[in-house]
Antibody, heavy 118, light 112 residues
Framework: QVQLQESGPGLVKPSQTLSLTCTVS??????????WSWIRQPAGKGLEWIGR???????NYNPSLKSRLTMSLDTSKNQFSLKLTSVTAADTAVYYC??????????WGQGTLVTVSS | NFMLTQPRSVSASPGKTVTISCTGS????????VQWYQQRPGSAPTTVIY?????PSGVPDRFSGSIDSSSNSASLTISGLKTEDEADYYC???????????FGGGTKLTVL
C-alpha cells in the first residue's frame, strides 16, 4: 500500500519561501499512470488544489498561485516537492500531498500544518 | 474559471437518506468525471465516489453518485444514514480548459 508523508517547516515568516517535501513509500514515484499533487486547507475552510506534477516532470498549477509556485520530482529519493514564494498569512493552512490515479486522489498524506507568521 | 457549488450544510436522521448536490458554474458537468471525498475532523479526505458513480473497494453501497445534465449537477446520495457518516463532503472535478483540478466548497453533513 502506497503511503505519503509530508515534511517541512511548520512556521514560515511572511515574504519568505514555503518549502515542503512529500516522501512516497510502498511504490515508485516514477511508475504507473499517476500524478502527484499538493492540496491545502486553511483552518475551518475547504480544500484548495495547488498543483500537480506528472512522472514526466510536466506540471499544472492553480492559476491563482502559478506566479509563486514551483513543483519538482526527485525520483532517486522517491519524493516530490513544493516551493511557494512570497508567502503571506493567507498561505497558512494544512498542506496535503496526494496521488491521483487518472481521475481521483486515491492516496493522501496525513497533512502538515504550515503557519505564516513573524 | 470553472467552479463547483455545494450547500454548506445538510442534516438528516439516522436511517434516512440524504443527497448532497454539486453544481457546475459553466459548461457541462458531464464533460468531466466527478469525484466525492469524505473528510472527518483531523483527517485527510478519502474517496467515497469516483468517476461519477464508482465506489472504491471498502466503501459501502449506501453511498452512490449520479449526474444530472439538466441541472448541470452531480449528486452524492447516502442511504441508511449512520452517525459515522457525519463528516464534510467535497465534490471534485476538472476545468475543461486546462484540466485543472477543482473542488467544491464542501458540505457538512450532520446526522442527528
Amino acid at each position: 500500500q502506497v503511503q505519503l508523508q509530508e515534511s517541512g517547516p511548520g512556521l514560515v515568516k511572511p515574504s519568505q519561501t514555503l518549502s515542503l517535501t512529500c516522501t512516497v513509500s510502498g511504490g515508485s514515484i516514477s511508475s504507473g499512470s499517476y500524478s502527484w499533487s499538493w492540496i491545502r486547507q486553511p483552518a475551518g475552510k475547504g480544500l484548495e488544489w495547488i498543483g500537480r506534477i506528472y512522472t514526466t516532470g510536466r506540471t499544472n498549477y492553480n492559476p491563482s498561485l502559478k506566479s509563486r509556485l514551483t513543483m519538482s520530482l526527485d525520483t532517486s529519493k522517491n519524493q516530490f516537492s513544493l516551493k511557494l514564494t512570497s508567502v503571506t498569512a493567507a498561505d497558512t493552512a494544512v498542506y496535503y500531498c496526494a496521488r491521483a490515479q487518472f481521475t481521483h486522489y486515491s492516496n493522501w498524506g496525513q497533512g502538515t500544518l504550515v503557519t505564516v507568521s513573524s | 474559471n470553472f467552479m463547483l457549488t455545494q450547500p454548506r450544510s445538510v442534516s438528516a436522521s439516522p436511517g434516512k437518506t440524504v443527497t448532497i448536490s454539486c453544481t457546475g458554474s459553466s459548461g457541462s458537468i458531464a464533460s468531466n468525471y466527478v469525484q466525492w471525498y469524505q473528510q472527518r475532523p483531523g483527517s485527510a479526505p478519502t474517496t467515497v465516489i469516483y468517476e461519477d458513480n464508482q465506489r472504491p473497494s471498502g466503501v459501502p453501497d449506501r453511498f452512490s453518485g449520479s449526474i444530472d445534465s439538466s441541472s448541470n449537477s452531480a449528486s452524492l446520495t447516502i442511504s441508511g444514514l449512520k452517525t459515522e457518516d457525519e463528516a464534510d463532503y467535497y465534490c471534485q472535478s476538472f476545468d475543461s480548459s486546462y484540466g485543472d483540478v477543482v473542488f467544491g466548497g464542501g458540505t457538512k453533513l450532520t446526522v442527528l
